[in-house]
């Protein structure tokens, strides 16, 4: 008998947003976003992520033409409202990914996934425009059977599931509720590469849940930006960026019932 094949290699996307956010509090240079990509990548990061918002509340232009120069082969995912300003920045930029996520000046952070199936029409053009420019197309959904068939429909390589709602579950301990929105996330997991979606995950991630979502072998990417920023206060972005990786590691190697 074969053995099974292994899962795929699990990358980790850094959020530098958080950065730009300090940086913004007081205006001037410091601390650099740039910087913090290229210390998250020394530690071990796979990809950088960014969103410019429409209000630019902590990336801004100059940061997304910055990084896209400095991080070279690194990918770049560009975080972007499907709005005609951020696709001609996105095309201007050409990062690796443009991940179409919902935005709303009010939110203080974003609070849900795109709504992929009343928006599909709207959502069409912006796939085929970053496609055509030879960036790969994210939506950032929630987990469901109807969103992930949407996303296929309009034309996405790759899909994002919207962890929050597990990762505020397990933080309040209501065991009922993250046993719930876990179990629509692994289902989910699993229906999205039976439609020939790339697979990803972020929202609220920390060491613990990153290490739990990490067992599911069809999510090929995590995407993790607040808690590393904050964690990186008290030890470090390096050192941060390091323990995710371990613990993303601990979380893969589950599948296979290897816990060392």
Not at 17 to 23: I, K, L, W
Not at 68 to 81: S, V, Y
Not at 126 to 154: D, M, N, Q, T
Request: glycine share 8%; aromatic share 4%.
């Amino acid at each position: 008998m074969s053995s099974p094949l292994p899962p795929p290699q699990l990358r980790l996307g850094v959020n530098i947003d958080h950065v730009a956010t300090v940086r913004n509090a007081r205006g001037g240079v410091h601390p650099d976003p740039v910087k913090a990509a290229m210390t998250a990548i020394a530690a071990g990061a796979d990809g950088i992520t960014a969103h410019l918002r429409e209000d630019r509340r902590h990336i801004r232009d100059a940061d997304m033409a910055n990084l896209k120069a400095a991080i070279g082969a690194t990918p770049l995912n560009f975080e972007m409202a499907a709005t005609k300003q951020m696709l001609d920045i996105a095309l201007s930029v050409k990062p690796h990914a443009a991940c179409l996520v919902p935005e709303r000046r009010t939110e203080r952070t974003t609070e849900g996934g795109l709504d992929v199936v009343g928006q599909h029409d709207h959502l069409v053009p912006f796939a085929s425009e970053l496609k055509r420019a030879g960036v790969r197309v994210s939506l950032f959904i929630e987990p469901s059977r109807e969103a992930l068939e949407a996303a296929r429909s309009i034309g996405a390589a790759i899909v994002e599931l919207h962890t929050g709602a597990w990762c505020e579950a397990m933080m309040a301990r209501d065991e009922t509720s993250a046993a719930r929105e876990f179990e629509r996330i692994r289902t989910s997991a699993e229906y999205a590469a039976g439609l020939g979606l790339e697979c990803h995950a972020g929202h609220g991630l920390d060491y613990h849940t990153a290490r739990q979502v990490a067992a599911l072998p069809q999510i090929v990417e995590l995407n993790i930006g607040h808690f590393l920023i904050g964690d990186a206060i008290f030890v470090g972005l390096f050192q941060a960026v390091k323990t995710m990786r371990t613990a993303m590691s601990e979380g893969r190697r589950a599948i296979a019932g290897d816990t060392k």
